[in-house]
C-alpha cells in the first residue's frame, strides 16, 4: 500500500473514482503541505502542475492505502511527462515522505495564475471527465 500527495484534479474525488476505478471515503483525502513548491496553471491545459519554489507551500491532500492497481491506474492518467519522486509533506504538523506525481519540468511551461480547484471544478471538469472516460476506453481500461 502507497500513500501519494495530490495537489490538482485528483483532488476532486469524482475524479479519483474514475481513474482508480472505486469511490474512496471522503476521510481517505488527508489535508497536507508540500513545501519548497509552488501549483500553477500549466499552458495549454487546465490542470495544474508543480513547480519548485523554495519559499512555496502547496496545500494538497495525502491518500494512503493505494494498491498497486490504483497506482498502475494513476499513472496511466498522469502520463509519461510525469515521474513519481518521493517527497516530504506536512500532515498535522508532522512531515512525512510520500509519493507524488512530479511533472517532468521541461514537459510543462507553467503560466502565471494560481489553480483553484472550485474554479476547476466550475468551468472545466465537466468536459474533463468526458474526455477522461473517452481516453480510458479508448485504452481498454475498465471503469
Known sequence: MTAFFFYGTLL????????????LPPSAFVPANLKGHVRRRAKGVSYPILVRDPGGGVEGVVVGGLTRRDVERLSAY????????????????????????????????????AWNLALWQGRYKRPFVARLRRAFQAHSVRL
Open 12 to 23: 476532486d474525488h469524482d475524479v479519483m473514482a474514475l481513474v482508480i476505478g472505486r469511490r
Open 78 to 113: 498522469e502520463g509519461p511527462r510525469y515521474r513519481i519522486a518521493p517527497l516530504k509533506v506536512t500532515i498535522g504538523g508532522k512531515l512525512k515522505t510520500v509519493s507524488v506525481f512530479e511533472p517532468k519540468e521541461a514537459s510543462f511551461q507553467p503560466v502565471d495564475g
